[in-house]
């Protein structure tokens, strides 16, 4: 795992459609949209916010959490909404000495259902792969998640197994979580 390609300088990634960049203070109004939508968070651990400021002071924490290596928040882009935030995906607990990584993602409503997320996953799982190194990319998804299933299915993820009440997610208790992996062996590139 070559770390230092995701946290040196912050990684710009892209494809005909979309731009996966930092997220900052500009983009409040866009992020407040997402993170204040109780649908968006339905079959996700993460608490609604509905308080701007606190949404706002998120910000900055996704750039900590960079700094310290931790995770890596991209903003998802729309490239024909110049500059529009449509969704956030992530890229973390990285596991130098497995060579692995766990990813999520999360769109405001208004873009679901038109292959945006597909895109997403694409173009970070060949950062990842390609440029990071990374031997083993998964995500964890509640069982009655069939969109973001179907996302991962698409991008060349298999479904490993189901964990039985294996987590507590904010928000939701104890839930059971679907895990879905994609190995470098695996990975068919485009």
């Given at each position: 795992m070559n770390i230092e390609k995701v946290f040196a300088d912050f990684p710009l990634l892209s494809s005909e459609n979309i731009v996966l960049k930092k997220i900052e203070g500009a983009h409040l109004p866009e992020v407040f949209a997402i993170y204040d939508n109780e649908k968006v968070f339905e079959y996700c651990g993460i608490i609604p916010k509905h308080n701007i400021q606190t949404v706002g002071k998120?910000?900055?924490?996704?750039?900590?959490?960079?700094?310290k290596k931790n995770r890596v928040k991209w903003g998802i882009f729309q490239k024909s909404h110049s500059d529009k935030l449509v969704g956030i995906i992530e890229a973390m607990d990285f596991n130098q000495k497995v060579n692995m990584v766990t990813i999520g993602y999360f769109f405001a409503e208004d873009y679901w259902g038109n292959g945006l997320?597909?895109?997403?996953?694409?173009?970070?799982?060949?950062?990842l792969i390609e440029e990071v190194n990374i031997n083993r990319i998964q995500a964890e998804v509640m069982p009655l998640n069939e969109a973001s299933?179907?996302?991962?299915l698409k991008n060349g993820f298999f479904k490993e197994g189901l964990l039985r009440q294996a987590t507590l997610w904010s928000g939701k208790g104890v839930v059971d979580l679907e895990i879905y992996g994609l190995l470098k062996e695996?990975?068919?590139?485009?």
């Open positions: 998120m910000i900055g924490h996704f750039d900590r959490d960079f700094q997320a597909t895109d997403a996953v694409n173009i970070l799982v060949k950062f299933k179907k996302v991962l695996e990975y068919k590139g485009n």
